[in-house]
């Protein structure tokens, strides 16, 4: 396996998939943007809460705020520009003018807690920001401790903006409305910056086993090779005519951000943005206003759609794409979908620091494979044993990939970098899997004891190392559980110091320091945490025990 002629997954491509892709058709995403704003200029792009945003409008509004970030913030080619903002306009143009200012855009949760929040600004060492008002009261308390000095707020409210002006935030700030910033830019000369493929695009950051986020640093020349990948691996059902895309993932998430904005962006698309994704009836209204034709979710969201009112009424008769990632997709939601759709839905399988897509199974393919799918063109997988050996067909092994997708490494951390990368070029990804003998491959476990939420990563060691510094514990571990709702939950186990301890006291302890994601569902008290003869959680041994 690894090796070109050893590739069965090449012969289950469909007859108008690409084996291999140029990923070197653009010399960066702007100019790949920048094609689709002129070529399309009077079409609509985006939509969200009744406003459209035309193709014309996202290349004339991106160039104005580049040319703010230049002018006023004094954005250089390289420098690192967070934004932290759920789906809406502000976000498309935010991020063009990111790039084409050459800056490097680090993409937050709005969601993040100020902790979670401090180290991925003081890790990025980003100056500049660019945030929802929601966001701002999480930024405020800890903007003193990180290198922050230019504030642009997308929906400032007064009570917000009081709270950025208290005597906690340093007076070097500068907070300017993202309006006001985009107003400005318009009179502004823009100075448009050589940008290669090699350059950094994207700081894309994923947990890892110590328990602190890590920057997966991903080129130009990586997302449009994953652009190309998607393109070529579906073939001629993604050249239609009013292709409808439905965006309720987030954007600053890797798989929304590839194939909902760049991709679709790059066809032609509109994309109806869906800000709160968690408000199913909503959405099934706004779905109910448009001909869908792609729609990309994770298990939890297509299930709860499924079980929400008003859905099974929709038209779903230009619906052909739909790709489920992030988490494994159930073979029962699965085949509920095709009941109600008519289409069952392609599940996928890739991470931050792929760009992130390695794997998806046919666009098209009636059956439900509860598989991962096929690799993209131009993507090798091998699984290999702890020794590094190539395992036989059909035996279980890492699943190791190498690809134009794959990143460059993780920000100033070469050891963690060196850590994840075989000697040959493979990125390891910590996921157990098989290979069968047309060449699909299934996810059988997680080397990592990674816990999946809702398709979004959590790392017990860092749940782990903030109830440990609560008073009243003792010793703690937490693993994963099954969960209806979001595919799998958070259990704590908890050793008690003070007696009184209460499993409500730990979790709104947890509530306090953690985004609501990676709050336990449930406490379990119990006398002492295994371990093994060095000491190590035995995390097994706590999945296994009935509760």
């Given at each position: 396996?690894?090796?070109?002629?050893?590739?069965?997954?090449?012969?289950?491509?469909?007859?108008?998939?690409?084996?291999?892709?140029?990923?070197?058709?653009?010399?960066?995403?702007?100019?790949?943007?920048?094609?689709?704003?002129?070529?399309?200029?009077?079409?609509?792009?985006?939509?969200?809460?009744?406003?459209?945003?035309?193709y014309g409008d996202a290349g004339q509004y991106s160039r104005d705020f580049a040319a703010y970030l230049q002018s006023h913030a004094g954005v250089k080619k390289g420098d690192?520009?967070?934004?932290?903002?759920?789906?809406?306009?502000?976000?498309?143009?935010?991020?063009?003018?990111?790039?084409?200012?050459?800056?490097?855009?680090?993409?937050?949760?709005?969601?993040?807690?100020?902790?979670?929040?401090?180290?991925?600004?003081?890790?990025?060492?980003?100056?500049?920001?660019?945030?929802?008002?929601?966001?701002?009261?999480?930024?405020?308390?800890?903007?003193?401790?990180?290198?922050?000095?230019?504030?642009?707020?997308?929906?400032?409210?007064?009570?917000?903006?009081?709270?950025?002006?208290?005597?906690?935030?340093?007076?070097?700030?500068?907070?300017?409305?993202?309006?006001?910033?985009?107003?400005?830019?318009?009179?502004?000369?823009?100075?448009?910056?050589?940008?290669?493929?090699?350059?950094?695009?994207?700081?894309?950051?994923?947990?890892?086993?110590?328990?602190?986020?890590?920057?997966?640093?991903?080129?130009?020349?990586?997302?449009?090779?994953?652009?190309?990948?998607?393109?070529?691996?579906?073939?001629?059902?993604?050249?239609?005519?009013?292709?409808?895309?439905?965006?309720?993932?987030?954007?600053?998430?890797?798989?929304?951000?590839?194939?909902?904005?760049?991709?679709?962006?790059?066809?032609?698309?509109?994309?109806?943005?869906?800000?709160?994704?968690?408000?199913?009836?909503?959405?099934?209204?706004?779905?109910?206003?448009?001909?869908?034709?792609?729609?990309?979710?994770?298990?939890?969201?297509?299930?709860?759609?499924?079980?929400?009112?008003?859905?099974?009424?929709?038209?779903?008769?230009?619906?052909?794409?739909?790709?489920?990632?992030?988490?494994?997709?159930?073979?029962?939601?699965?085949?509920?979908?095709?009941?109600?759709?008519?289409?069952?839905?392609?599940?996928?399988?890739?991470?931050?620091?792929?760009?992130?897509?390695?794997?998806?199974?046919?666009?098209?393919?009636?059956?439900?494979?509860?598989?991962?799918?096929?690799?993209?063109?131009?993507?090798?997988?091998?699984?290999?044993?702890?020794?590094?050996?190539?395992?036989?067909?059909?035996?279980?092994?890492?699943?190791?990939?190498?690809?134009?997708?794959?990143?460059?490494?993780?920000?100033?951390?070469?050891?963690?970098?060196?850590?994840?990368?075989?000697?040959?070029?493979?990125?390891?990804?910590?996921?157990?899997?098989?290979?069968?003998?047309?060449?699909?491959?299934?996810?059988?476990?997680?080397?990592?004891?990674?816990?999946?939420?809702?398709?979004?990563?959590?790392?017990?060691?860092?749940?782990?190392?903030?109830?440990?510094?609560?008073?009243?514990?003792?010793?703690?571990?937490?693993?994963?559980?099954?969960?209806?709702?979001?595919?799998?939950?958070?259990?704590?186990?908890?050793?008690?110091?003070?007696?009184?301890?209460?499993?409500?006291?730990?979790?709104?302890?947890?509530?306090?320091?953690?985004?609501?994601?990676?709050?336990?569902?449930?406490?379990?008290?119990?006398?002492?945490?295994?371990?093994?003869?060095?000491?190590?959680?035995?995390?097994?041994?706590?999945?296994?025990?009935?509760?």
């Open positions: 396996m690894g090796k070109t002629l050893d590739k069965p997954w090449l012969r289950q491509y469909p007859a108008d998939s690409l084996t291999t892709v140029n990923v070197d058709a653009y010399p960066s995403i702007v100019a790949m943007v920048l094609e689709a704003c002129d070529r399309f200029a009077d079409r609509p792009a985006f939509s969200n809460f009744g406003a459209t945003l035309t690192r520009v967070a934004i932290m903002l759920p789906n809406m306009l502000a976000f498309p143009v935010a991020s063009f003018g990111i790039l084409r200012a050459g800056a490097v855009q680090v993409n937050i949760n709005p969601l993040y807690t100020p902790r979670e929040l401090r180290h991925q600004l003081i890790d990025a060492d980003t100056e500049i920001i660019v945030i929802y008002a929601g966001a701002t009261s999480a930024l405020a308390e800890i903007i003193a401790e990180t290198p922050v000095r230019h504030i642009i707020v997308v929906g400032l409210d007064d009570l917000i903006g009081q709270g950025l002006e208290s005597p906690s935030v340093d007076e070097r700030l500068q907070v300017t409305p993202f309006i006001a910033a985009l107003q400005a830019g318009k009179e502004l000369m823009f100075s448009e910056p050589d940008i290669q493929g090699s350059d950094l695009a994207f700081l894309q950051y994923t947990g890892g086993t110590t328990g602190l986020s890590k920057g997966a640093m991903l080129t130009n020349r990586n997302l449009i090779a994953n652009i190309m990948q998607y393109k070529g691996f579906a073939g001629e059902i993604l050249n239609r005519p009013d292709e409808v895309v439905m965006t309720a993932l987030p954007l600053y998430h890797i798989f929304a951000l590839m194939v909902n904005l760049l991709t679709y962006f790059h066809l032609g698309a509109i994309s109806v943005l869906i800000t709160n994704p968690r408000d199913l009836p909503a959405l099934i209204a706004e779905w109910s206003k448009w001909r869908v034709t792609t729609f990309t979710a994770v298990n939890t969201l297509l299930n709860g759609l499924l079980h929400t009112p008003g859905f099974s009424e929709l038209d779903f008769s230009g619906l052909d794409v739909v790709v489920g990632g992030g988490m494994a997709v159930q073979e029962s939601v699965s085949n509920r979908w095709k009941e109600v759709t008519g289409r069952h839905i392609n599940q996928g399988y890739g991470l931050s620091e792929t760009s992130p897509v390695l794997t998806l199974n046919v666009i098209g393919d009636h059956v439900f494979r509860g598989s991962i799918g096929l690799p993209f063109p131009d993507t090798d997988i091998v699984l290999r044993d702890e020794e590094g050996n190539d395992v036989p067909m059909g035996e279980p092994g890492e699943l190791c990939a190498k690809g134009p997708q794959v990143m460059q490494g993780y920000w100033r951390k070469e050891e963690a970098t060196a850590e994840v990368m075989t000697r040959d070029g493979y990125f390891r990804t910590g996921d157990i899997a098989t290979m069968d003998e047309l060449g699909y491959f299934r996810i059988v476990d997680r080397k990592k004891d990674m816990i999946l939420v809702s398709g979004f990563n959590v790392f017990p060691n860092e749940v782990e190392a903030e109830v440990a510094a609560m008073p009243g514990v003792l010793e703690c571990a937490c693993v994963g559980i099954p969960d209806d709702r979001t595919g799998e939950a958070v259990r704590l186990f908890v050793v008690k110091r003070q007696a009184q301890l209460s499993a409500a006291d730990v979790i709104a302890y947890c509530r306090e320091t953690l985004t609501p994601y990676k709050v336990p569902s449930d406490v379990v008290f119990i006398d002492e945490v295994p371990k093994s003869a060095v000491g190590k959680l035995l995390r097994r041994e706590l999945r296994d025990r009935q509760v």
